[in-house]
């Protein structure tokens, strides 16, 4: 990467400092403030980070301007396109796509990793039967840390190696099992002769009176949810697992903590929340008074599904998975179709309107998700662990990632304190 620099200069002293400049490979450069405080004694200042770049990273790649999204430097409409979720898994992991052989030996391993400790499974037992899934996710996820003693040395590369396969080996068995919980029936173990998504299915919705045999095209729809939600860059519920496990805390800890991030509704709860707000709206005619509660800064309702971060122009994701519930909804003898109506309808009204217009807000990547997993019969409860079962390989590539770059080390930002100067106790002499 060339080096070049930038100089800062602080007009109270008249004290310059000249900051290297880091390049990546496209994107973005960043200045390298690290002797900013050293030479000129000051923090930089950036609440929520929307300037910072916290690491160097090879793994996703996002234009928001121009709506790109690559992993690992493929565009994720040609992935979506002619890859499978595990095939995304190994590119994310290992950097490239597998050949044939190494595509099966992962696939092998991976298999061999789905069934949980049956100690584990009884930990699902202390839970209220109606807990929401999501918070079963977290903790028995970061349970799993208190069960795979052999695969926690994170200094250990092979360890590091073991501990992603059994998260991502696991996720689907742990999912289906915190839905199972939640409605009272009994627990389906995986089965060795199935795909990674046909597995996951089978147990959500089989029965010990009944077996079930996922629709094909459920299975397609699903499996490019996954590919779809499988990484992006430093989010924040990457950027927690990345914070949590700086420490040195171990994968699965560090995952539950990802969790934990990945379920608040400015994040992955939003596709749960895109739902809840289309029935809420119920029939299109109401949009406008969602519309202008949307825009009323005195009414906490957002557009939810709509906005990001770093997307200023459309979210690729939500590109493919609109033209996935044209596709699906067609195909299924579904109720929902209602449901696209009233979101094709709010997207077209918003992005007419001067509000959304200027501060470039468009649907992302959870607007229209909700409408396929409702549509294939996952439950609304479950839509934040569908996302969480997908991006548990990214957060995981990135760890990996985190643990051999030698720049990195324990992550601990600084404050601008506005608290009280130093006073005395009232009791004090
Ligand atoms: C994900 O980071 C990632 O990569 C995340 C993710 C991933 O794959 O990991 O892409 C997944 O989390 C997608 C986002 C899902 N969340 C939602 O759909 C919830 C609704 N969206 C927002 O709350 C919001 O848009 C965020 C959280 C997504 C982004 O928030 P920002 O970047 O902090 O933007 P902001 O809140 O500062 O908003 C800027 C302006 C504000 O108005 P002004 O103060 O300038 O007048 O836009 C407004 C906001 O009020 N605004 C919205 C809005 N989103 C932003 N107004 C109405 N409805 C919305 N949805």
Redesign the pocket.
């Known amino acids: 990467m060339a080096e070049d620099k930038v100089t800062i200069t602080d007009k109270k002293t008249g004290k310059t400092v000249e900051a290297p400049v880091v390049h990546g490979t496209m994107g973005p450069a960043g200045i390298d403030i690290r002797n900013l405080q050293k030479e000129l004694g000051y923090f930089t200042y950036d609440p ?1 980070f ?1 300037a910072t770049a916290s690491c160097k990273s090879a793994i996703t790649y ?1 234009d928001g301007d121009a709506g790109i999204l690559l992993y690992r430097g493929y565009p994720i409409e040609q992935l979506a396109k002619h890859s499978s979720y595990l095939e995304v898994c190994y590119l994310l992991l290992y950097g490239e796509l597998p050949t044939p052989k190494e595509m099966e030996e992962f696939q092998s391993i991976i298999i061999d990793h789905t069934m949980v400790h049956e100690g584990l499974r009884r930990f699902y037992s202390g839970f209220r039967h109606d807990a929401h899934p999501m918070a079963i996710m977290v903790g028995v996820v970061g349970a799993l840390s208190a069960f795979y003693h052999d695969s926690t040395d994170i200094t250990d590369p092979r360890h590091r190696e073991i501990s992603a396969h059994r998260l991502i080996a696991k996720m689907p068995s742990i999912a289906a099992d915190s839905y199972k919980y939640s409605i009272g029936q009994p627990f389906v173990y995986p089965r060795n002769d199935l795909g990674f998504v046909e597995n996951f299915m089978r147990m959500m919705f089989a029965v010990p009176t009944n077996e079930f045999k996922a629709h094909p095209k459920s299975v397609k729809a699903l499996e490019l949810i996954l590919i779809l ?1 499988a ?8 950027s927690t697992v990345r914070l949590a496990s700086s420490s040195g805390a171990n994968p699965f800890a560090s995952v539950a903590a990802g969790i934990a991030s ?1 379920w ?8 749960e ?2 739902i809840r707000m289309l029935e809420e709206i119920k029939d299109p005619k109401e949009i406008a008074k969602f519309i202008k509660r ?2 009323d ?1 005195h009414d906490p ?11 200023k122009s459309h ?1 690729p ?1 939500a590109v493919i998975i609109r033209q996935m519930c044209y596709d699906l909804l067609k195909e299924l003898d579904t109720e929902d179709a209602p449901l696209f109506e009233t979101a094709l309808e709010l997207e077209k009204v918003a992005l007419a309107d001067d ?2 217009i200027e ?1 470039q ?1 468009y649907p ?4 229209y998700s909700g409408i396929i997993l409702k549509a294939i019969g996952i439950p609304l409860n479950m839509f934040t662990v569908i ?1 969480t079962m997908a ?1 548990t390989v ?1 957060w995981i590539a990135q760890w990996m990632e985190m643990m051999e770059d030698e720049e990195q080390r324990i992550g601990r930002p600084r404050q601008i304190y506005t608290g009280h100067p130093r006073r005395n106790h009232p009791s004090e002499k």
């Not at 608040?264 to 596709?271: D, F, I, K, Q």
């Not at 309702?301 to 990001?308: A, I, K």
């Not at 992302?364 to 607007?367: A, E, I, K, S, W």
Request: glycine content about 12%.
């Open positions: 929520a929307m996002i939600h990484d992006h860059e430093q989010n924040a519920s990457t990945l608040g509704p400015a994040h992955g709860g939003a596709n929340a895109v949307a825009k800064k309702f957002r557009l939810m599904g709509f906005g990001h971060r770093i997307y979210d994701r509000y959304f501060r807000l992302n990547v959870d607007y996302f991006r990214g």
